[in-house]
């Protein structure tokens, strides 16, 4: 492990910030219901941080203890040259400064780059995936391919790269799959991560009525299957089940349930430069500024200080009849899941 070169980064408590996801684009090929609205308003294309100023923002947080990074979007291949990113980012698991270069995907585009990918060092990679029913993946993603996401992910595996299914649990959609979602993914060797919905932006459904506590699919699947608890850990906010009746990992993210933010380790970049201390709260920092004020890092790193300050211990994420509203305005999208 390459020596710090700055003082790590630690909140008020006591967490150190090991984990920096970057939203490069908030734009996407997909519409996914519980994400966007169908008629999204993207960011002007001029608001955006450079590649060159991500790698540099990003970099920063590596000489500060950040030791995994993630690229997410939207979803990030759409971004034009994203590669090149990839490309530069490497140096920093080639010099050991970093563990680890992944991105979260929703397949598309997983073909034409998968190869690439893993030449540049990733090698685990998040897709996302509701349904392997190609009717309601269309339905749910507005404009996706299922034949195309598959595709995506057989070429991932193929060029190496470990794939973990993402799937969000939506209540009267895909309910009834998960079980086959879970056997599926651990018949291919893959793990699953179920997800309860988020109350981020304004989308056409009311969160109440596409939420499906976790708490119930894991009682679920407990009525069929062994699950031991696994101390496995991607140093995200899943926690881990051994499924002993088919050696498969599945992880539960359940910001609702039971929320993750005791061991929180992690802060969200996006594409204009706005760091989000919390995923469920509003108070953000602006590190776009302190990039172009000066070719210095004094003025970021001064920036990063200031933010991680003032990170809370957690969210406040609720969704019943009385909150029909989202808990923050920013779609996923916005932020990067």
């Known amino acids: 492990m390459k020596p710090l070169t700055r003082p790590p980064l630690v909140d008020p408590f006591g967490r150190k910030i090991s984990y920096l996801r970057i939203s490069v684009t908030d734009r996407c090929d997909f519409r996914c219901v519980y994400c966007m609205a169908e008629n999204m308003q993207f960011l002007p294309r001029k608001e955006l941080l450079t590649l060159e100023e991500l790698d540099r923002i990003a970099t920063a947080f590596v000489a500060r203890g950040t030791r995994k990074l993630r690229l997410t979007g939207g979803e990030p291949l759409v ?20 563990d680890e270069l992944t991105l979260t995907t929703n397949g598309s585009l997983l073909s034409r780059y998968a190869d690439e990918l893993a030449g540049y060092g990733v090698r685990r990679i998040n897709v996302s995936l509701d349904t392997l029913d190609a009717d309601k993946f269309r339905e749910i993603t507005r404009r996706g391919d299922l034949k195309v996401v598959l595709a995506g992910i ?8 470990r794939v973990k299914i993402n799937a969000v649990a939506l209540k009267g959609v895909n309910d009834d799959e998960i079980e086959e979602l879970m056997l599926w993914s651990h ?3 893959m793990d699953l991560t179920l997800i309860e919905v988020m109350p981020m932006g304004e989308i056409e459904v009311g969160r109440i009525d596409q939420y499906l506590p976790l708490s119930v699919v894991r009682g679920r699947l407990m009525d069929k299957y062994t699950l031991v608890d696994d101390p496995y850990r991607t140093g995200g ?12 990992l599945v992880g539960f993210i359940t910001p609702l349930t039971h929320n993750f933010c005791e061991s929180c380790n992690r802060v969200r970049l996006t594409c204009t430069g706005t760091l989000y ?3 469920g709260q509003e108070d953000a920092a602006d590190l776009r500024a302190a990039v172009r004020s000066s070719q210095d890092d004094a003025l970021l790193y001064r920036a990063m200080d200031e933010a991680i300050a003032r ?6 994420f609720i969704i019943d009849r009385r909150h029909s509203r989202p808990a923050v305005g920013r779609h996923m999208s916005v932020t990067g899941g």
């Open 277 to 279: 201390m919390c995923l």
């Open 154 to 161: 057989e070429a991932a595996r193929k060029a190496g790269m």
């Open 237 to 248: 906010p899943a926690r881990y089940v051994r499924v002993k009746e088919t050696g498969g």
């Open 79 to 98: 971004r034009r040259d994203i590669m090149s990113l990839f490309r530069s980012l490497s140096r920093h698991l080639t010099s050991g400064a970093l």
């Open 187 to 189: 018949g291919l060797g």
């Open 311 to 316: 990170k809370p211990k957690g969210h406040d």
